[in-house]
């Protein structure tokens, strides 16, 4: 399990925390201010189908979804992040 400083680019940018595993990526924020669905928000892994970046000052990570949803999210480490993504998603 690898955690990763992020934030979650959904109506502004909401700070927190990713986890990844072999079986999802979750996004988690004390934020109470934000819905319920994004404060533990768990990509199942079989469910991802891309990752896209660009770079806007930070790197900006896209996750596609199977059912069409995205979630942007900045990640403060790109390289480790690719790194253990790839290790997990195999």
């Not at 990763?4 to 940018?13: A, E, K, V």
């Not at 079989?46 to 990752?51: C, D, H, L, V, Y």
């Not at 069409?68 to 790839?86: A, H, L, Q, V």
Request: aromatic share 16%; glycine share 6%.
């Amino acid at each position: 399990m690898k955690y990763f400083i992020c934030s979650l680019c959904h109506n502004g940018i909401l700070g927190g925390g990713l986890c990844l595993d072999e079986q999802s990526l979750t996004f988690k924020t004390n934020k109470l201010t934000v819905s319920e669905k994004y404060r533990n928000l768990v990509l199942p892994m079989r469910e991802i189908t891309e990752i896209s970046w660009k770079w806007i000052v930070f790197p900006v990570a896209t996750v596609h979804m199977k059912n069409g949803e995205r979630y942007s999210f900045i990640i403060f480490n790109k390289p480790r992040f690719e790194k253990w993504f790839n290790e997990y998603s195999r």
